[in-house]
């Protein structure tokens, strides 16, 4: 059973390589900017995955940290892209 784990998490995350670089290809290219922010919200979740796939292979629980590091940063990441987005600049200064 070990073996058919570690076989379905290393496809798993070919898989999620071949999204991520696919997704980097709609980043760079992307139409709009709308798309690019949500390419990369999307690259920000596959390495949430991949991470999450490396603790499975490593039979370790020290990597769930680091799956809530990367959410966090990335909930950030898209609140502070779509203020840039919506307004043009990410913090307002009142000039009064």
């Known amino acids: 059973m070990s073996d058919l784990i570690q076989i379905v998490a290393i496809v798993c995350m070919i898989v999620i390589t071949i999204s ?16 690019r922010a949500v390419a990369l ?23 769930n940290d680091v799956i809530l590091l990367v959410g ?3 909930f950030i990441g898209t ?3 779509a203020k840039y987005i919506e307004k043009g600049v990410i913090i307002d200064r ?3």
């Open 72 to 74: 966090i940063l990335l």
């Open 20 to 35: 991520i670089t696919l997704l980097m290809f709609r980043v760079v290219k992307g139409p709009t900017n709308p798309d």
């Open 41 to 63: 919200d999307a690259i920000g979740i596959n390495l949430m995955g991949m991470v999450g796939l490396s603790a499975i292979l490593l039979v370790t629980t020290r990597l």
């Open 79 to 81: 609140i502070a892209l």
């Open 94 to 96: 009142d000039n009064d």
